[in-house]
């Protein structure tokens, strides 16, 4: 046993260096890519001298007038960094939400009045102060004309870039007759009926709202339902959000307490308000009605229910009636048969 231990022992050996040629060894830490350094940063507009506090900027000029604004890039980071400054037209996502059109995307609007430099080098944890032109062409439409500018930085992963942008709204409006009009379209109403009889149902509706004026606007109104031929209504508030010049949006509402006894005349009244500072604007008002035919099957079927007992109670009645009425008769009937068998008393 003690001296085969020898000779076992270079074939071990020989095993061990075919596996360590065979398998590669990992780099320790030679190969491995540095995180990239997180980046955060703010724009916002700004004076000459640094952020003045507005959330966006909302300005009234004449066609053909050109005026210098100012904004602030913050860069929050540990690092310097380079944005890249863009304008472009502004709009509202389905959600409501302020955006404007992706550097992909031309602007043909509002964003084309803007002038600003290409990029912005920004130092870590600095803020940086940015002018801007914002020029108004001799032909502008009077109205609204919103717009959005923006800082980006541009990363890659692979061969996707990805870009990623901060900024504000810039509400531009030329001067000139300022309307506010919201046009009211598309109205479904569908009447949702309880199925108990001593409540009533639900009036559903859904309708579009669209900004044909040329102003910046939302919207307060009144959904009305009327019932039994005008002799019952029911009605509600409702609020429009608010809509850019061309924008739309669906919106929806219920009535209740609608008992469905046929026709339901539905009316929608929507009022406009126009947005934005000291805006005096000439308001057109919108209305749309629509009528859905309803049957009120729970209290028909409680009202034949209760005609249905009212007749088995009145034949039960009869019945009795006719049954008392027949007892009596032979109850007299007997009692004369008794008098005249019985006859007069001979005592």
């Keep these: 046993m003690i001296r085969s231990v020898p000779q076992a022992l270079p074939r071990l050996l020989a095993v061990l260096a075919a596996v360590l ?3 590669p060894v990992a780099p320790t830490g030679a190969g491995a890519e540095p995180a990239a350094p997180k980046l955060t940063w703010a724009v916002q507009p700004a004076g ?11 300005r009234t000029l004449d066609p053909g007038q050109v ?16 944005f890249r400054l863009q304008a472009a037209d502004g709009y509202l996502t389905d959600k409501g939400r302020f955006n404007m059109l992706p550097s992909t995307e031309t602007s043909k609007d ?10 912005v080098t920004v130092g870590a944890n600095e803020t940086k102060v940015v002018p801007f032109t914002i020029t108004v062409p001799a032909d502008a439409a009077p109205g609204d004309h919103p717009a959005g500018i923006a800082a980006s ?5 692979g061969t996707v870039a990805v870009e990623s942008r901060v900024g504000f709204r810039v509400m531009l409006r030329a001067s000139g007759t300022a309307t506010a009009a919201l046009a009211v379209d598309d109205v479904t109403a569908t009447y949702a009926r309880s199925w108990n009889p001593f409540a009533p149902g639900t009036l559903r509706l859904r309708y579009a709202v669209a900004n044909g004026g040329n102003v910046w606007a939302s919207g ?10 005008g002799l019952a209504r ?22 209740g307490g609608v008992w469905g006894l046929g026709p339901l005349r539905t009316t929608v009244t929507v009022t406009p308000a126009a947005l934005g500072d000291g805006t005096v604007a000439d308001v057109r008002q919108a209305t749309a009605t629509v009528t859905v035919w309803a049957v009120p099957w729970p209290q028909l079927g409680l009202l034949v229910v209760l005609v249905a007992v009212a007749l088995l109670l009145r034949a039960v009645c009869r019945r009795r009636q006719r049954r008392l009425a027949l007892l009596l008769d032979r109850a007299r009937q007997e009692g004369r048969a008794s008098a005249t068998t019985v006859g007069p008393s001979t005592d």
Excluded at 48 to 58: A, N, S, T, V, Y
């Design 153 to 157: 930085v541009t990363s890659t992963g």
């Design 234 to 255: 029911r009605d509600t508030t409702v609020e429009v959000e608010e809509l850019l010049p061309g924008g739309s949006r669906v919106a929806r509402a219920s009535v």
């Design 220 to 229: 307060k109104g009144r959904v009305t339902v009327s019932e039994a031929f």
């Design 67 to 82: 005026v210098t604004e100012h904004l602030a890039v913050r860069n929050f980071s540990a690092t310097r960094a380079v």
């Design 21 to 23: 040629v065979t398998v």
């Design 48 to 58: 000459p001298d640094g952020p003045d506090g507005r959330r966006w900027i909302e």
């Design 110 to 119: 509002g964003g084309t009045w803007i002038s600003v430099r290409d990029t």
